[in-house]
């Protein structure tokens, strides 16, 4: 009713600025309504004012639902399931954009993109992934700019839990910090001695990779696996990305020669470094990849093995075909990630999600049950649950998703 009753009031102000502009929206179309009489109580009143605005908003169906994702370059999975909202719902429905990929240096773009997004009536959600910094700045503006009609909702968030939690409706993730005990099970199944963790400081302040990075640890000193940390350099300072990927590339064979007949598994916390790292390990017999920092067969994996796959098509097929790739290089026992992309899934997700909202099939901004039971039918043994800071705060509108690490033998025909 409250949600309702919000978004009648804001489209009315809207109407009114914009009558002399020659704009009409459905705040015009909607039917009016009689001055009720003095003995109609205040709950019929509502009642009146709450029908009215459904009808308006049955006779239009004017809604659209924003994406903001990082370039093809620094993210092309999140580009991607962008491009299939596109297609699916069409533009009348969706409208699309990217960040900077150097979006620490120019934050205010990111935010200005967000307060674009908001300043069309039309749009009723905005779904971000990867909710880099400027996230949490672009979500108060939108809410200073009256629009509390709007679902926000934050996907793989670099900004604090807390901070971010309390800017957007929902928000989702990988849960990096469990990350922690499946890439370390995948390197005890392995037999491996060393794991080489490749980072730098600004994601290395980051809450959950802290978490992620100090249970990775626990679990090493608990197995007798080697960590060893390696500090690249950030693909958003002045050297780029390309210069976090040719580190990496010259880093990995030194680590191999350094740890000579040892097993070495080799992670990074970016998504950018992926490829170069994927790529240094492949024809090395004693270098293992326990899984991209965003775990998905289509990261990263088909430009490092020539493989022209669907992305976002089907996962078995793309499995399957990387396997085989696998197999060419002796490599298929030395690789693992998980079986759906958990990039795609939130920004489709978060679609369908924002597409129920506002078609008030889902009656709250944040209904874990039906959140819950989207991505059960989406993937298959997916855990979801809530993010738990190191004091115990438990967040009921940032959800955690986790999956197992695949064998790509098992995808071998």
């Known amino acids: 009713m409250k949600k309702r009753l919000l978004s009648l009031t804001l489209a009315a102000v809207m109407a009114f600025s914009m009558v002399g502009c020659g704009s009409k929206t459905a705040a015009t179309e909607a039917p009016t309504t009689a001055a009720p009489a003095a003995e109609t109580t205040e709950a019929a009143a509502e009642e009146a004012v709450t029908e009215a605005a459904e009808a308006a908003s049955e006779s239009d169906g004017n809604w659209k639902i924003a994406i903001l994702t990082g370039t093809v370059s620094q993210g092309e999975e999140e580009f991607r399931a962008a491009e299939k909202a596109l297609a699916t719902y069409g533009p009348e429905h969706i409208v699309t954009a990217t960040y900077p990929d150097n979006f620490m240096s120019e934050m205010e773009t990111t935010v200005s993109q ?30 200073e700019m009256g629009r509390d009609d709007i679902l926000l909702i934050a996907g793989t968030p670099q900004e604090d839990p807390a901070v971010i939690a309390a800017a957007a409706d929902i928000v989702m993730y ?21 794991l080489v963790h490749y980072s730098f400081p600004r994601h290395m302040a980051m809450e959950l990779i ?50 000579e007949g040892k097993k070495v598994a080799f992670f990074t916390t970016n998504c950018g470094m992926q490829p170069s790292l994927q790529a240094a390990c492949l024809d090395e017999p004693n270098a293992y990849y326990p899984q991209p920092c965003c775990p998905s067969p289509y990261h990263a994996f088909p430009a490092t093995l020539g493989l022209e796959l669907a992305i976002g098509g089907d996962d078995e097929e793309a499995l399957t075909q990387i396997a085989a790739k696998l197999q060419e290089h002796d490599a298929v026992g030395r690789f693992s990630t998980w079986a759906s992309p958990v990039a795609m899934t939130i920004i489709e997700i978060g679609v369908e999600y924002a597409k129920a909202y506002i078609e008030g099939e889902v009656a709250e901004k944040n209904d874990s049950e039906k959140l819950k039971e989207m991505f059960n039918n989406k993937v298959e043994g997916a855990k979801i649950g809530f993010y738990k800071n190191a004091e115990g705060t438990e967040f009921d509108n940032y959800y955690t998703i986790l999956l197992a690490p695949i064998d790509f033998n098992d995808y071998l025909k």
């Open 114 to 143: 967000i307060v674009s997004f908001a300043s069309d009536p039309d749009v009723k959600a905005i779904v971000m992934c990867q909710a880099v910094p400027g996230a949490k700045a672009g979500f108060d503006k939108v809410r």
């Open 174 to 194: 990988a849960d990096e910090a469990a990350q922690g005990d499946t890439i370390m099970e995948k390197c005890a199944e392995w037999g491996i001695d060393v």
């Open 210 to 259: 802290v978490a992620r990075h100090e249970l990775l640890q626990k679990n090493a000193d608990a197995l007798g696996i080697e960590l060893v940390d390696v500090t690249a350099p950030d693909p958003t300072a002045e050297a780029g990305l390309s210069a976090s990927q040719q580190f990496i590339l010259e880093d990995v064979p030194q680590q191999l020669k350094k740890y």
